[in-house]
């Protein structure tokens, strides 16, 4: 279920529009299984996904957290950086806000001709878990730094570098889901799994109501007809009555 976090800043317009771009095959399992899929934070490609920046004074503001916990008799990462803790044991849902389609979005997240954005808001997003208690899920929008100049306050919370993004991601505009130490892999606040059993979770598949995530449905740019008139068949099987349409990238100028 949704759960606010005063670190974790939504939207200020909840009715603002989010869209999830996938290839066909991850639109199919979304609908068959009502599952979105939580990928484990250091499974996203980014070297930087969840790290801390490289300053003189976030190194020092990381070293009085590690202070702080040895202090209070807690040191549940070992010799393991707190923060590669963090990202082992943290899993996100990524959104791109934004009024209006990406051609940007559609070439890097879908293959040619094959993919699917579903349009959303936030506050279906946050609606389309109410059936799901077995873990808080926050979310929040990402902020986009210099990691060379700027810090992340982790001694507020340690959470906050899943929340930070290099400058170069702005065009993302990422709204993001985030469950942290799920229920199903750390059972006991005090004894962590073993270290092969968390690498071989790459990811979670969480129940949602896709009737009340999705708003609509756009198929990639020059999809072939058959393709959308499948996708029609498919969703109307599953109980999804939601509008399909064709990229308005696909749109004809006026000359």
């Known amino acids: 279920m949704y759960e606010t976090n005063p670190d974790f800043f939504p939207p200020k317009d ?70 590669e803790f963090i990202r082992k044991c943290s899993f996100v849902c990524s959104f791109h806000m934004n009024e209006y389609e990406s051609a940007a979005l559609w070439s890097i997240y879908t293959k040619a001709h094959q993919g699917v954005a579903i349009q959303s808001t936030f506050s279906k997003l946050c609606d389309c878990f109410n059936e799901y208690s077995d873990n808080p899920i926050r979310i929040g929008m990402m902020n986009y730094i210099d990691y060379t100049t700027e810090t992340i306050p982790i001694f507020k919370n340690a959470f906050l570098p899943l929340l930070h993004k290099r400058k170069s991601f702005e065009y993302e505009k990422e709204l993001r889901a985030t469950i942290s130490f799920p229920n199903e892999l750390y059972p006991s606040a005090h004894v962590a799994p073993p270290n092969e059993f968390i690498n071989s979770i790459r990811g979670l598949d969480i129940p949602v109501d896709p009737n009340i995530l999705i708003e609509q449905i756009y198929v990639a740019p020059t999809t072939e007809k058959w393709i959308k008139e499948l996708l029609v068949d498919i969703t109307s099987k599953n109980g999804l009555d939601k509008p399909i349409e064709q990229s308005r990238l696909d749109a004809i100028p006026i000359l």
């Not at 996938?22 to 639109?27: A, G, S, V, Y």
């Open 14 to 83: 909840k009715n603002v529009k989010i869209w999830r771009y996938m290839d066909i095959t991850k639109f199919l399992f979304l609908l068959e299984k009502k599952s979105l899929y939580f990928s484990r934070a250091d499974c996203l490609g980014d070297p930087f996904e969840g790290s801390i920046p490289s300053t003189k004074e976030q190194i020092n503001l990381t070293e009085l957290v590690k202070q702080e916990a040895r202090l209070k008799g807690f040191n549940p990462v070992g010799i393991t950086p707190i923060h």
